[in-house]
Structure formats: structure tokens, C-alpha cells
């Protein structure tokens, strides 16, 4: 595989994560809304929950920039290895994804 292939696997499945991760926000952020409504809680303490879940939101945006920046150094010197990383990163996601669309938790399920 060269370079160029291996650029755009990476490439490929870093978009899939970070596809993922803005799918797994939105979730959080509808359920948030939710639980908020359930829960009948005041608006100031609303807002601090808020506040804090925006906080915690914007420490793992930031580690997970610097994890891609380590990641994309990593792939410039081992672009062979980045591949087959990339490949396994690509296909657990792909299983994730699905077992998450079918609701399925334990394999095939039993009459």
C-alpha cells in the first residue's frame, strides 16, 4: 500500500470518528434536554449542569485533537502500521455502529 492510499485511509476513518463523536454529542445533548424536562429542576441549577457538561465537552475536544495530531505524526513515520491500525479502527467502528442500529447486545437473539 502507498502513501497516498494509506493518507486516505486514515483520512477515511478519522471523518468516521469524528462523525461518530458529533452523532454521540447530539445524542447527549438531546437526552440532556430530556432529563432536564424530567427532572424539574430550577432554571439556575439547569444552567450550571449546562456549564459543567460544556466544560467537560470542550476537555475531551481537546484531547482528542491532540490524540489526532499524535496520530497523524505517528502515520508520517509509520505509514505501514497506520494502515493496518487505520483498517481495525475502520472495521470496530463499523461493528459498533451496527450493533448500535440493530440494538443487538449478545449476538443472534434466541427464539
Known amino acids: 500500500m502507498n502513501k497516498t492510499k494509506i493518507k486516505k485511509a486514515v483520512k477515511k476513518n478519522v471523518k468516521i470518528a469524528q462523525d461518530k463523536g458529533n452523532q454521540i454529542k447530539a445524542i447527549a445533548k438531546s437526552e440532556y434536554a430530556k432529563l432536564k424536562k424530567d ?3 430550577s432554571p439556575a441549577k439547569a ?3 449546562e456549564k459543567k457538561a460544556i466544560k467537560e465537552y470542550e476537555k475531551v475536544k481537546k484531547q482528542m485533537e491532540k490524540t489526532a495530531k499524535q496520530a497523524q505524526s505517528y502515520m508520517k513515520k509509520n505509514p505501514g502500521k ?3 491500525i487505520s483498517a481495525g479502527i475502520g472495521a470496530a467502528l463499523a461493528g459498533a455502529a451496527a450493533m448500535m442500529i440493530t440494538g443487538k447486545k449478545g449476538g443472534k437473539k434466541r427464539k
Do not use: G, Q, R, T
Request: glycine residues 0%; charged residues 20%; proline residues 0%.
Open 47 to 49: 444552567k450550571e449542569l
Open 39 to 41: 427532572m424539574n429542576i
Open 82 to 84: 497506520s494502515a493496518l
